[in-house]
């Protein structure tokens, strides 16, 4: 798999964060929206499987394919950059300014692209509305997720908030691995088998993750869900990101840095 030394992946991080930060805004749109997109294809997919088969973890197993089209293509998604760009502000490579540049327009690209397909897949989903969600199994499922991630937090108040924003710690540890994990290897399958673990590990555990989060919600809002906008960000939307940034950032980014950060030639 041509595997290359923790030193190197540290390296390569710095690079790609450094790249990243200094991308102009319309590139960080696209392949933002793009990101968001495929996501929600992800995340489709993995919901169907999961109704199929009756096993959850069967949903995580599909599920990485989405993060893979991502990396692979070098597409922007707001939480892996989470990881990435602040460590090369911290080794100068890059100004603090581009870096929230870059955090603020692939966000927004993120959720442009994961909204549009939502609207698209409930569409085709309900044929145009003339299918009841609650006939379909999986889209039944859509629209329990989307509950269980806002009023499930909602009636814990305070305490929920706290319990989403550590979720999203934990996932996006898993998720920014994912990143590094791509950079571990040369070759594509190398790559992709890399990547895989981390991402399955998220989504299998059933942590929170912001970008998914803009799909399967507004999707489950289109099909019925008990949920408003001020729901979505209040009860999940904010607390989320807040905490896959912080998860993203020390978990993955600064304590690799630190650890192998030093030790670069």
């Known amino acids: 798999m041509a595997a290359i030394k923790p030193e190197e992946i540290i390296e390569n991080m710095l ?41 959850g973890i069967a949903g995580a197993l599909v599920f990485p394919v989405g993060f893979v089209m991502i990396t692979l293509l070098g597409l922007e998604l707001a939480t892996g950059n989470f990881a990435l760009i602040p460590i090369a502000v911290k080794d100068r490579r890059a100004p603090a300014a581009h870096m929230l540049r870059n955090w603020t327009w692939v966000l ?36 329990a997720i989307a509950e269980t991630k806002t009023l499930e937090y909602a009636k814990l108040g305070f305490d929920g908030t706290i319990t989403a924003f550590v979720s999203a710690m934990l996932c996006n540890w898993m998720v920014t691995l994912g990143a590094v994990m791509a950079l571990s ?68 980014g600064l304590m690799l840095y630190w650890s192998y950060g030093s030790t670069r030639s």
């Open 108 to 143: 927004l690209g993120n959720l442009i692209g994961s909204v549009t397909y939502a609207y698209l897949y409930c569409i085709v989903a309900t044929k145009m509305g003339f299918i009841d969600p609650a006939t379909v199994p999986a889209l039944q499922r859509t629209i």
């Open 15 to 55: 690079q790609a964060g450094a790249r990243k930060a200094s991308l102009p805004v319309g590139q960080l749109m696209l392949r933002g929206f793009l990101s968001g997109a495929f996501l929600g294809y992800a995340t489709t997919l993995a919901i169907l499987a999961a109704t199929q088969t009756g096993w």
């Open 185 to 252: 290897s040369t070759t594509t399958g190398g790559k992709i088998a890399a990547m895989w673990l981390p991402i399955m590990t998220f989504f299998g555990l059933g942590y929170e993750h912001a970008v998914v989060n803009m799909f399967v919600i507004p999707a489950g809002i289109w099909l019925g869900a008990d949920i408003t906008v001020a729901d979505w960000w209040l009860w999940n939307g904010l607390p989320v990101l807040a905490g896959n940034l912080l998860g993203g950032m020390l978990f993955t």
